[in-house]
Structure formats: C-alpha cells, structure tokens
C-alpha cells in the first residue's frame, strides 16, 4: 500500500518579515487552521511523562462499538508514523471495551514489537473517532491490562524492554497517522516554546477514508505475527 | 530455529543464514579461524528470540536494554558485546556482535 506522509515545516516556508513582531494579520502568525472534518489537532512535546524529545502527540476519541454515545478521550497519544493500529494503556481507559475472541471464543491478546521495546495485551474491539471521522467496531490493542499479567516468553526473548506502563511507553498509547493523512507542524510563538500543528486528511473521499482507517486498524487482526491467543 | 539453512563462504568468514518461518532471515558470521560466530544480524517482520541467538550474552544485552530510557533505535555499547536493533513495525533489522572476535579486515557496517 502505498503511504503519504508529508512533513511539512511551514516554519521553513513562513516568510522571515513575518517573524518579526508585526501585526497578528502577517502570514507569520502562528494561528492553527480552523477546526474542520479532516483536521485534528497535534502537539509536538515531550509527553506526558517528560522523557520523549519532540514527540508529537494527539487526542483519540474512543467509543464501545455497542452504543457510541457512550465515549472517552484519551489524551497524550503517540502518533507514531512506522506502525498500524491504535494501542491504548489499560490504565487510561475507563471503558469496558468487548474482547476480540477468536473462533473458539478464546480471547486475543498480542505481542506487538517495537524496535526498542515490546507491548502486551488483549486486543479489544472500540469506535475510534479522531477527526470529524469515525471507524466502528475495529480492534484496538489494551495495552499492560492486568488481566493479563502473564506475558509469554515469546514475547520477552528478545530482551526488549516492556512498554506496558504510562512510564515506560512515555504515552497514553500510540496511534499511526499514516492515512493518506499529511502531518502539519507549526512552530509556536518563542514565548510558548511548544509546537503544535495538525493532521489534515486528504478532503476527498470520505467513505473511502474510513475503509482505509478500517483496514488499518484491521492490520492489527490479521497482518502482526504471531498472535497469541490464552485459553 | 526450525528455519533454512543456507551457508556461504567469504574471504574472512563464513556467512551461515537461516529464514525463520515467520520471515525474518538471520545471518550468523563465523570466523574460519576459530570456528566461532563472531555477529549475528537479523532482518525481516519480527525481531527473532535474541535469547537463543546471543546465547550467554543475552543476559548482559537484556540488563543494558532494560536499563535504557527514551525511545528510538536501540544502541548497546558494552565491553566486549554490541548490539542494535533499529526498524519499525513489520520491517525489523538489527545486529550483533563481539568487536575484538572481528577477522582482520571485517568492518561491523558489513555484517547485515
């Protein structure tokens, strides 16, 4: 699949007579674009633990696929361009999330790698709304849930750390941005020191936007190997 | 690691690779000197069982790599043991090796 993911700087595009303390009408000002369907807000910070260098983080709104006004947010979620899926840590979820179940009515749980740490827990089924867009009932990975403490060894071998806890994840959870959405950062005003920014989605297509947020999410079920499933 | 073998011989050691059955591929380099794996790399979807493939180093990586704070490419300097592990998800690749087991002449950047 081909993937879209543009950076864009406009700090590097503003031009430099706009930075210097004119009037807020100047094309220099750091204003966000207006709120709009395609648009969601980012931050470029270093988490809610302190120890990310320029992580850039976002809200996601998440909803029990049974009766979607009942809903939380989840703040201080990573957008992490290199993986699929929302992941959330159980301790910031308030919802009692359905469990994906295989078949046999087995409960799924994953081992999921990064590349300096792995993440552990069951994979849960939610209504994800980031945006003006909503994907139902995709499966969502329930990170560190103490229902399931017991972490397999083929998970641990590789001698990565667990990024289980809000401490050692440094996040909420992690959400990849990658859907056809183009990330915008915008350099705040010096005296803020904070970067903030959005994610606009491409404004075409919106049905076919949410198969895509779909399928990713679906990449969770079926394309991260190997699940694990207990009994 | 109930993978294929396949083994090749180089000027300064002999390549031995192995594809596991989940995909990642796995190079073991020996010295023909001594006979003894010197690097182990790895490339592919999953980072394999570094316990099996470090064998009695695994222990001092494992305590460097828990040890570590922040994120991004994993860089373990440890005296006589390096290893780095870089990638994202489903395209993994990493390296392993003893940098005074290194044959005359190999570079740690060759050993992918």
Known sequence: MHKFLFIVLLGALIPAAGCGGGSNSTPGNNSIAPPAQNVQAVAVNSGPTGNYLNGLFTSVTVCLPAN???????????????????????????????????????????????????????????????????????????????????????????????????????????????????????????????????????????????????????????????????? | MKGALRISHAQAYDLHEIQAPFGTVVREYVSPASKKVFAVTWQGPRIPNLRQLLGAYFDQFARAAQARRGHGPLNVQLPGLVVQSAGHQRAFAGRAYLPQELPQGVRAEELR
């Open chain 1, 68 to 231: 979607a006004s009942d809903c939380q947010t989840v703040n201080d979620v990573l957008v992490d361009t290199g993986s699929v899926g929302l992941r959330v840590l159980a301790s910031a979820m308030t919802l009692p999330l359905p469990q994906q179940t295989t078949g046999s009515a087995s409960p799924i749980a994953e081992c999921n790698q990064f590349q300096d740490g792995y993440t552990w827990g069951p994979v849960k089924i939610a209504n994800i709304k980031i945006a003006g867009e909503q994907a139902n009932s995709v499966p969502v990975q329930v990170i560190g849930d103490p229902a399931f403490s017991s972490v397999p060894t083929s998970c641990t071998n590789t001698g990565l750390v667990s990024e289980d806890t809000l401490q050692s994840l440094g996040a909420n959870g992690c959400w990849e941005s990658v859907l056809s959405g183009r990330i915008v950062v915008l350099p705040a005003p010096p005296a803020a020191r904070r970067i903030r920014g959005f994610i606009m989605f491409a404004p075409v297509q919106a049905a076919s936007r949410r198969r895509k947020l779909l399928r990713h999410s679906c990449r969770i079920q079926s394309g991260c190997f190997p699940r694990t499933t207990m009994a």
